[in-house]
Antibody, heavy 121, light 108 residues
């Protein structure tokens, strides 16, 4: 059974770059598409974007200018980088495998447990 | 960008009762590409429904979804203790794949 584990700094200073990795175990990373979703404390979910197994990416326009999602198959990791962060980027960040596919679309079938990133000086 | 509005914000019900959750889109959702998720405190969301009315693998049949266009509904026919949680709708037919604000189903 696939397992996803997010990792990275829990505290990032304003204007710096947030960098998180999601290590995938128990499954092939190259066969699937991968997504990042975040959730500010006590609030709802926000879709960040996804990376197709072809390498094509699709980003939330509100984050696109600051966002990079990538896959490193040698490390079995999916990564997200968000530059020029502010307090509004404070959230639990989830990675998810888009393994539930129907009608040409794929949805999350496996999630990491999430990691809280706080933006503060 | 499609904006999804969920109502009510909170639903207070007793186990065994029927829950009806609404998700309204600011414009028509293509191909009924609407999903529902359940999230419990401290946990990641879990996919319940896709294509508006299809249950994901392993989801009990007390959960059902309906709707098309701009109006969608998630119904839980008889609430079990484990169903008290927050529920989110999400459209996925176009980018960005926005979520609704959520409905909390709490024990009355």
């Amino acid at each position: 059974q696939v397992q996803l584990q997010e990792s990275g700094p829990g505290l990032v200073k304003p204007s710096e770059t947030l960098s998180l990795s999601c290590t995938v175990s128990g499954g092939s990373i190259s066969s699937y598409h991968w997504s990042w979703i975040r959730q500010p404390p006590g609030k709802g979910l926000e879709w960040i974007g996804y990376i197709h197994n072809s390498g094509r990416t699709n980003y939330n326009p509100s984050l696109k200018s600051r966002l990079t999602i990538s896959v490193d198959t040698s490390k079995n990791q999916v990564s997200v980088k968000l530059s020029s962060v502010t307090a509004a980027d404070t959230a639990v960040y989830y990675c998810a495998r888009l393994g539930y596919c129907s009608g040409g679309y794929c949805l999350p079938d496996s999630w990491g447990q999430g990691t809280l990133v706080t933006v503060s000086s | 960008e499609i904006v999804l509005t969920q109502s009510p914000g909170t639903l207070s019900l007793s186990p065994g009762e029927r829950a009806t959750l609404s998700c309204r889109a600011s414009q028509s959702v293509s191909s009924s590409s609407l999903a529902w998720y359940q999230q419990k405190p401290g946990q990641a969301p879990r996919l319940l429904m896709y294509a508006a009315s299809s249950r994901a693998t392993g989801i009990p049949d007390r959960f059902s979804g309906s709707g098309s266009g701009t109006d969608f509904t998630l119904t839980i026919s008889r609430l079990e203790p484990e169903d008290f949680a927050v529920y989110y709708c999400q459209h996925y037919g176009s980018s960005p794949r926005t979520f609704g604000g959520g409905t909390k189903v709490e024990i009355k």
